[in-house]
């Protein structure tokens, strides 16, 4: 499952969680610090057992030319983080429809390329009013007869205005962890 807290062109939080992953993400401006279970950062920064052992559930804050999160800078700025969420291919319209007292269209198609799982069934909801920003999404993904299943509810999305992110109150430098990167 994920979820997006907060998104806009200069500042986003994000929280992830993703089979025994679990991993926070918050972007200011040109700066980006994580926070992840042990899981989370084997995954992400090949950290051994010890590294993620001693870090884990700590604000790291990573350089955003760092390979391993670079994706996750990319896709925490603006607009470019709902691209990722748009159906691809033949997509149908269904309603308006009346979802937490909004009114919603759903898009049916499939995952688009550039998520590195093209072609997967995906439905998207989003407003049913300009800018038509994504409120959530519903992605299945079968691989090797095991299925996947991600969704994803927007609870604040602004184009112009910033978002007021505090950074934490006590973060590590990435390059102190000792982790790979």
């Given at each position: 499952m994920t979820g997006i807290q907060w998104a806009s062109p200069s500042a986003a939080l994000q929280s992830t969680n993703y089979l025994n992953e679990s991993q926070h993400n918050m972007l200011i401006g040109k700066r980006l610090w994580v926070n992840d279970n042990a899981a989370g950062?084997?995954?992400?920064?090949?950290?051994?057992?010890?590294?993620?052992?001693?870090?884990?559930n700590t604000w790291i804050e990573v350089p955003i030319t760092n390979s391993h999160y670079r994706f996750i800078v990319s896709g925490l700025k603006g607009k470019s983080f709902f691209a990722g969420f748009l159906p691809t291919g033949k997509v149908k319209v269904f309603g308006p429809k009346h979802l937490?007292?909004?009114?919603?269209?759903?898009?049916?198609?499939?995952?688009?390329?550039a998520t590195g799982l093209g072609g997967y069934p995906m439905a998207v909801v989003v407003s049913s009013q300009?800018?038509?920003?994504?409120?959530?999404?519903?992605?299945?993904?079968?691989?090797?007869?095991?299925?996947?299943?991600?969704?994803?509810?927007?609870?604040?999305?602004?184009?112009?205005?910033?978002?007021?992110?505090?950074?934490p109150s006590s973060a590590v430098a990435y390059n102190l962890t000792?982790?790979?990167g």
């Open positions: 950062l084997q995954a992400m920064f090949n950290a051994t057992t010890a590294e993620a052992n001693q870090w884990q937490n007292g909004k009114t919603v269209l759903e898009l049916v198609g499939k995952t688009p390329k300009a800018p038509y920003l994504p409120v959530g999404s519903l992605v299945t993904v079968t691989v090797g007869g095991h299925k996947f299943t991600s969704t994803l509810k927007v609870t604040g999305y602004n184009t112009k205005a910033p978002v007021k992110i505090a950074p000792g982790m790979p």
